[in-house]
T-cell receptor
Framework: AQSVTQLDSHVSVSEGTPVLLRCNYS??????LFWYVQHPNKGLQLLLK??????LVKGINGFEAEFKKSETSFHLTKPSAHMSDAAEYFC?????????FGAGTRLTVKP | DGGITQSPKYLFRKEGQNVTLSCEQN?????MYWYRQDPGQGLRLIYY???????QKGDIAEGYSVSREKKESFPLTVTSAQKNPTAFYLC?????????FGPGTRLTVL
């Protein structure tokens, strides 16, 4: 069995300040890990993916995530938030045909 | 353009009616999925299909049905047996373990 927990349901930052969205996972195997972003009334867009090639994964729009096996974490970061980053973010743990989504973290960016 | 399309974007249904949501992909992916999203919750898997003419129930299949007659298409029918069908429905297809999502259909039962 596998599961994922997003530790914050809502994160609020000011424009230009760093973003940290936290994710912990549980899996009996070596899963793939993903971050997706969803803007209101839209589908999910893939931000980045971890597949064991490197622990620090760079994604689109300046986001990156670090895989820490000892902490079973896969936190998403961005050095400087932009207004367009305001959205819902989902952490996902995946084995073939078994994808488990976190409950989501809503990111608010204040001007 | 390659991608996944869902139609309609918004759908309204009266109680007791069945309704079918469309999902089409031209990515040549073998696997396709349907998810349901409710406010403040993550996605929950309704059905998935790994190959044409085959599909499997997900975590919340009751009250839903699907078909997979063509590789490109995976329509979802919300039946009158689904007790609380108002939600945002997302279709996805996958290459290996990475899923790609359509824009979604918002279903409202009146």
């Amino acid at each position: 069995a596998q599961s994922v927990t997003q530790l914050d349901s809502h994160v609020s930052v000011s424009e230009g300040t760093p973003v940290l969205l936290r994710c912990n996972y549980s899996s009996s195997y070596s899963p793939s890990l993903f971050w997706y972003v969803q803007h209101p009334n839209k589908g999910l867009q893939l931000l980045l993916k971890y597949t064991s090639a490197a622990t620090l994964v760079k994604g689109i729009n300046g986001f990156e995530a670090e895989f820490k096996k000892s902490e079973t974490s896969f936190h998403l970061t961005k050095p400087s938030a932009h207004m367009s980053d305001a959205a819902e973010y989902f952490c996902v743990v995946s084995l073939p045909y078994d994808m488990r989504f976190g409950a989501g973290t809503r990111l608010t960016v204040k001007p | 353009d390659g991608g996944i399309t869902q139609s309609p974007k918004y759908l309204f249904r009266k109680e007791g009616q069945n309704v079918t949501l469309s999902c089409e992909q031209n990515l040549n992916h073998d696997a396709m999925y349907w998810y349901r999203q409710d406010p403040g919750q993550g996605l929950r898997l309704i059905y998935y299909s790994q190959i044409v003419n085959d599909f499997q129930k997900g975590d919340i299949a009751e009250g839903y049905s699907v078909s997979r007659e063509k590789k490109e298409s995976f329509p979802l029918t919300v039946t009158s047996a689904q007790k609380n069908p108002t939600a945002f429905y997302l279709c996805a297809s996958s290459l290996a373990d990475t899923q790609y999502f359509g824009p979604g259909t918002r279903l409202t039962v009146l």
